[in-house]
């Protein structure tokens, strides 16, 4: 099945074609850096890690852009208030430089922790300063926009479809009502550059042709996804937040000075909530990925937590769905490190004998169409991991089911092969079989190997052999009395 995805723009489910032929451009809006990032920030940066790995699933090259917002996002839509890296800045008593910094790095190791994969770009706003100045000044020269006391604003009026992403009724919006109007001419218009106080000096500020000021936020995005992927590109990404305000003005923009609505689709990823509210930092109780280090839960149990709800559905966060995710995953991670290379347990006689050659088993073919049908329809990875237990439970070869297992964990990306299970104590009767039936694989007796390693998988163990050796692993949930040896 080839890859259908949900335009926001359309609303509508869209069979994917890309722009330009096995390459794809993809922009997700990143962070802006005053302070940690919550884990419901973090969910959408975890769906969109799974639409860059089901675009390389159907074969992609991803050319994957993520920016940082260090400057200009205010903490009002409305365009008012201070600057969100000021107001950091004020709380933490360090510099907006240094709060930029040190919350970009966090936000980075939350990343790592995650298991998502590492943009192809990360693009800071301070860096493009020049680019976003040269869009306003192109934007100005087209008469689309009108300057006030405190800025350069954007004319919405110069536009009958102003807001079509969020389906907004630009004409019945009322003043103060999605927006204050202060000094600008609709509720809708929003800046472009903001002019710096005449009585106080930011701590970031630039030199422009309106004056000393800072770019708003909705420009930054348009100009660095402009530069690193064209101003008409294929995927745009984001959470639901930014379909009214952020993305709608992005669009508006960028139709004002290229003449495209910047990408092909425009795809948001739906809430986390506590309860019954959004989560957000400006609430000041926000959970992060630390706090769930410190609870003892692995950062990649709240990956799948994540999988078990498709994107485009809110997620209700609840410390028993998480804690159920992490036995999940342990029950997963336990499953695939049982499964021995060989996977010959069980097979008869001479099965030792064609271990090796068993060890490159190809992946189940059925297996594999059915988890791809299920992640290419809209990334529905809840239908996705039925698919996966489905092959857990079956009665397929362990080195079939593995080389399976490493296919899906491609999108997954839960880390399976990387994880090791903790240091079991192993029985002394479990130990002597094991000895045994080594000294029968050196002497090929292979019938005697395989009757001794049915033994030990009757007492909920199962032996990979090496090239000096042999290892030992409990199989998850298949527990035996210890054999008797003599």
């Not at 937040?241 to 910047?262: F, M, W």
């Not at 080389?403 to 002394?428: M, N, Q, S």
């Amino acid at each position: 099945m080839s890859l259908a995805l949900y335009d926001t723009w359309s609303r509508t489910l869209r069979p994917f074609t890309p722009i330009h032929p096995d390459h794809v451009g993809l922009y997700c809006c990143g962070p802006t850096v005053y302070d940690y990032a919550h884990i419901g920030n973090l969910r959408t940066y975890v769906f969109e890690d799974i639409l860059r790995r089901a675009l390389e699933l159907n074969g992609y090259i991803v050319r994957h852009v993520v920016n940082i917002t260090d400057v200009g996002h205010l903490v009002s839509d409305a365009d008012e208030g201070e600057d969100k890296m000021e107001k950091g800045s004020r709380r933490t008593g360090e510099s907006a430089w240094q709060i930029a910094e040190r919350y970009t790095a966090a936000f980075r190791a939350d990343w790592r922790a995650l298991n998502l994969l590492e943009p192809s770009i990360w693009c800071r706003a301070t860096d493009h300063i020049g680019e976003q100045i040269a869009f306003i000044d192109t934007l100005e020269r087209k008469g689309y926009t009108y300057q006030t006391a405190d800025g350069v604003y954007f004319d919405t009026s110069r536009q009958d479809d102003y807001g079509y992403l969020a389906r907004l009724d630009s004409s019945g919006l009322q003043a103060g009502k999605r927006v204050a109007v202060g000094d600008k001419r609709q509720a809708t218009d929003f800046a472009l550059w903001k002019l710096s106080p005449p009585d106080s000096r930011r701590q970031m500020e630039w030199d422009s042709p309106w004056g000393r000021g800072f770019p708003g936020w909705h420009i930054e995005c348009s100009a660095m996804s402009a530069q690193y992927l064209s101003p008409w590109f294929d995927i745009h990404c984001g959470g639901e937040d930014h379909i009214a305000v952020h993305h709608s003005n992005e669009i508006a923009q960028t139709q004002a000075c290229y003449g495209t609505r910047l990408a092909n689709f425009w795809m948001h990823g739906h809430f986390l909530t506590l309860d019954t509210a959004k989560m957000a930092k400006s609430s000041g109780d926000f959970l992060r990925i630390q706090t769930l280090i410190d609870r003892g839960i692995d950062p990649l149990a709240y990956r799948y937590l994540c999988l078990t709800a498709h994107y485009r559905s809110t997620l209700r966060f609840t410390y028993d769905a998480l804690d159920a995710a992490q036995t999940t995953l342990d029950r997963l991670r336990k499953a695939y490190a049982s499964w021995a290379v060989d996977g010959m347990a069980g097979a008869g006689a001479g099965a030792d004998a064609d271990a090796d050659a068993d060890a490159d088993a190809d992946a189940d073919a059925d297996f594999v169409a059915r988890f791809n049908a299920e992640v290419n329809q809209d990334l529905n990875l809840p239908r996705a991991l039925a698919v996966l237990w489905d092959l857990v439970k079956s009665d397929l070869p362990e080195a079939v089911r593995r080389a399976t297992v490493d296919r899906f964990d491609t999108v997954l990306g839960l880390g399976l092969a990387d994880w090791r299970p903790d240091r079991v104590e192993i029985p002394v009767p479990i130990k002597v079989l094991a000895d045994r039936r080594q000294e029968a694989r050196i002497a090929k007796d292979w019938a005697e190997s395989d009757r001794l390693r049915e033994a030990l998988k009757a007492a909920g163990w199962g032996v990979e052999d090496q090239p000096h050796g042999y290892r030992l692993h409990e199989y998850p949930g298949k527990t035996g009395p210890l054999p008797h040896v003599m």
